[in-house]
């Protein structure tokens, strides 16, 4: 975790802050393997699915290629659900860097080895959220998704899925200095010193 203090961007992002802006407060988040959230609908799934595939393969063996495929991909889609996503989070985290300064927050993270830059305002408007913890976490904005309604299958026997929003909150997630860094938020928001976020 490291403090720069100075006015004058350093190496790397000229491009990035705008005139006089400085970084208050960078870091990265812990990345450490979240077991708790093997409480969660998702592994219920993952057991279902898997124990799925497990009982096709038992039950047909060899007989059928096409159906010990099929079990196999229950199989794994099951323990992706279950196990799998756990360890995909904590390798999201392991390439994640997280950047504050006074006007913008930077998270900046590698997926499948592609870099992504997002960098959220952080004004009068931000209501930051406090989740406390070791490590602890701060939310500071929510991104909204629509997604288009579409056809399944043929118009004549397929069914129409509805479009739906999709929100994701966002922020500084498993980080060691959050009630440090929700401080400085806050400080720049004017927001008070209050409302802690549910756990995650």
Same mark, same amino acid.
């Given at each position: 975790?490291?403090?720069?203090?100075?006015?004058?961007?350093?190496? %790397?992002?000229?491009?990035?802050?705008?005139?006089?802006?400085?970084?208050?407060?960078?870091?990265q988040?812990? /990345?450490?393997?979240?077991?708790?959230?093997l409480?969660?609908?998702?592994?219920?799934? %993952?057991?279902?699915?898997?124990?799925?595939?497990?009982?096709? =393969?038992l039950?047909?063996? +060899?007989?059928?290629?096409?159906?010990?495929?099929?079990?196999?991909?229950?199989? %794994?889609?099951?323990?992706?659900?279950?196990?799998?996503? =756990?360890?995909?989070?904590?390798s999201?985290?392991?390439?994640? +860097?997280?950047? $504050?300064?006074?006007?913008?927050?930077?998270?900046?993270?590698?997926p499948?080895?592609?870099?992504?830059?997002?960098?959220?305002? &952080?004004? #009068?408007?931000t209501? /930051? +959220? $406090?989740?406390?913890?070791?490590?602890?976490?701060?939310?500071?904005?929510?991104?909204?998704?629509?997604?288009?309604g579409?056809?399944?299958?043929? +118009?004549?026997?397929?069914?129409?899925?509805?479009?739906?929003? &999709?929100r994701?909150?966002?922020?500084?997630?498993?980080?060691?200095?959050?009630?440090?860094?929700?401080? =400085?938020?806050?400080?720049?928001?004017?927001?008070? =010193?209050?409302?802690?976020? #549910?756990p995650?």
């Amino acid at each position: 975790m490291t403090d720069l203090p100075d006015a004058s961007p350093p190496p %790397g992002w000229e491009d990035f802050l705008a005139p006089g802006e400085r970084i208050l407060w960078q870091g990265q988040p812990d /990345a450490s393997v979240v077991w708790r959230d093997l409480a969660a609908h998702e592994t219920l799934a %993952g057991i279902i699915a898997g124990g799925a595939g497990i009982a096709v =393969l038992l039950k047909v063996g +060899h007989a059928s290629l096409i159906a010990a495929v099929l079990g196999v991909v229950f199989v %794994g889609f099951g323990l992706w659900l279950s196990i799998g996503r =756990l360890f995909w989070d904590a390798s999201l985290r392991r390439g994640t +860097h997280y950047t $504050l300064t006074d006007r913008t927050a930077f998270i900046a993270t590698k997926p499948r080895g592609r870099r992504k830059l997002e960098r959220y305002a &952080i004004g #009068p408007e931000t209501k /930051a +959220h $406090l989740q406390e913890g070791e490590p602890g976490s701060v939310w500071f904005a929510t991104d909204v998704r629509h997604t288009a309604g579409q056809w399944r299958g043929s +118009h004549s026997e397929g069914m129409y899925v509805p479009g739906q929003t &999709i929100r994701r909150r966002v922020g500084f997630r498993r980080i060691a200095e959050a009630r440090k860094v929700y401080g =400085l938020i806050t400080a720049i928001s004017g927001q008070e =010193l209050a409302g802690n976020a #549910p756990p995650r």
